[in-house]
C-alpha cells in the first residue's frame, strides 16, 4: 500500500509562511483525490484543501486565498503553501488520498505540526 510522509512543518509567526510536503511512496495517479486535513486541540479534524487528479483544488474558506495546493506528479508529491499565517492555523496538518473507486481518504499521513505564534 502506498504510504505519505508529511513535511515542512514547525513554529511560525504571525503573517509568516510556511510549505508542507506530502510525499508518496507509489504514484499519486492512484488517487481520485489528495487532501490536507488539520486537527486542532479540542476540535475536530476539518478538511483544508484538496486537489483531483486532474488538477483542480477547493478550499476551506477560512483559508482561501492564503493557501495553495499543488501537486508534482514526477515526484509523487503535494504541497501546501501557507502564506500570511495565523495563529488559528496551528494545528497537526495532515495528507490524505482517496483512492479511484473509494468514498472516503483511505491513505493517511503521520501528521506535522503547524504552531503560529501571536
Known amino acids: 500500500q502506498v504510504q505519505l510522509v508529511e513535511s515542512g512543518g514547525g513554529l511560525v509567526q504571525a503573517g509568516g509562511s510556511l510549505r508542507l510536503s506530502c510525499a508518496a511512496s507509489?504514484?499519486?495517479?492512484?488517487?481520485?483525490?489528495m487532501a490536507w486535513h488539520r486537527q486542532a486541540p479540542g476540535k475536530q479534524r476539518e478538511l483544508v484543501a484538496l486537489i483531483a487528479r486532474g488538477g483542480a483544488t477547493n478550499y476551506e474558506d477560512s483559508v482561501k486565498g492564503r493557501f495553495t495546493m499543488s501537486r508534482d506528479n514526477a515526484k509523487n508529491t503535494v504541497y501546501l503553501q501557507m502564506n500570511s499565517l495565523k495563529p488559528e492555523d496551528t494545528a497537526v496538518y495532515s495528507c490524505?488520498?482517496?483512492?479511484?473507486?473509494?468514498?472516503?481518504?483511505?491513505?493517511w499521513g503521520q501528521g506535522t505540526q503547524v504552531t503560529v505564534s501571536s
Open positions: 507509489g504514484s499519486i495517479f492512484s488517487f481520485n483525490v
Open positions: 490524505a488520498a482517496r483512492p479511484i473507486g473509494s468514498v472516503d481518504y483511505t491513505v
